[in-house]
């Protein structure tokens, strides 16, 4: 009987999902290399340089690395690395990070997801009185903050009508937020951009309430060029200033009308 209890208690740790792994499948990159890029404020204009790299490391994993901010202000810089599936057709996320800085390029705290170890950390301004804060990831996590231009690519090419995922938020401490992301601006008959447009899930009654107040997160997509990110809007950090991030060679012009428009369904 002990026996049988032993072996039954094997196969189901055996059946039961492995910790530490998240369970969103990213596609692989249409281009590896480095992509110049510009910071814009929501009126348009110029406001500071920026840049996204994904590069395929000696060790076979694949990192993508991103800046922006404001010329002499605030800024941030964000990374995030991934193994390639054994099949060699995805990517399966292993690390995230996430740093701001203020107007005088003082850190507001690194933020740390590590999906290997299953835990993310929010860590906290040099001098601060407060202390880092951190939280489990749940088993076969969906925390995605960084490779956002990788998880949408389904949507863009028509594979997926919505996409559900987490987001790590460090604001009053470590918790994560469900998201999810639609297309919100099909691609035009005659060919140009998509936009995907995602939103953070604050409850039903925070949600409605706060959906005024807060700023559309987007993501534009152009399905003929290689990488096929064209630009993203969102805050450079919590509570922080609402940017445009658009790369080189690309308008403003060509993301009207929605640049400025609500949130999904408003």
Not at 5 to 13: I, K, T
Not at 72 to 100: K, N, W, Y
Not at 237 to 266: C, D, M, N
Request: charged share 20%; glycine share 10%; net charge neutral.
């Amino acid at each position: 009987m002990r026996r049988n209890v032993a072996v039954l208690a094997a196969a189901l740790a055996l059946a039961a999902p492995a910790r530490g792994e998240s369970a969103l499948l990213l596609p692989l990159p249409d281009s590896f290399g480095a992509i110049d890029a510009g910071t814009f404020d929501t009126d348009g204009r110029r406001i500071g340089a920026a840049s996204m790299e994904v590069v395929r490391r000696a060790d076979g994993r694949v990192e993508v690395r991103a800046e922006s901010g404001i010329e002499g202000s605030a800024h941030s810089s964000v990374a995030a690395v991934m193994a390639v599936t054994p099949d060699g057709t995805g990517l399966r996320l292993l690390s995230q990070r996430s740093e701001s800085f203020d107007t005088t390029g003082a850190s507001l705290g690194l933020l740390t997801i590590d999906h290997e170890a299953g835990v993310a950390r929010c860590g906290v301004p040099a001098g601060s009185t407060g202390a880092p804060a951190s939280i489990e990831l749940p088993a076969e996590d969906r925390v995605v903050n960084v490779p956002l231009n990788l998880l949408f690519q389904r949507l863009v090419s028509g594979e997926e009508r919505e996409v559900a995922f987490q987001v790590l938020l460090c604001r009053f401490g470590a918790r994560l937020l469900g998201a999810r992301a639609r297309v919100a601006t099909p691609r035009p008959a005659g060919g140009g951009l998509v936009e995907v447009r995602y939103q953070l899930d604050f409850g039903p009654l925070l949600s409605t309430v706060a959906a005024p107040f807060l700023p559309t997160l987007s993501f534009w997509f152009d399905p003929d060029s290689p990488g096929a990110w064209v630009a993203h809007r969102m805050p450079l950090f919590s509570k922080g200033p609402t940017v445009l991030v658009v790369r080189s060679g690309f308008s403003l012009e060509r993301l009207a009308p929605s640049v400025g428009a609500g949130p999904p369904g408003s």
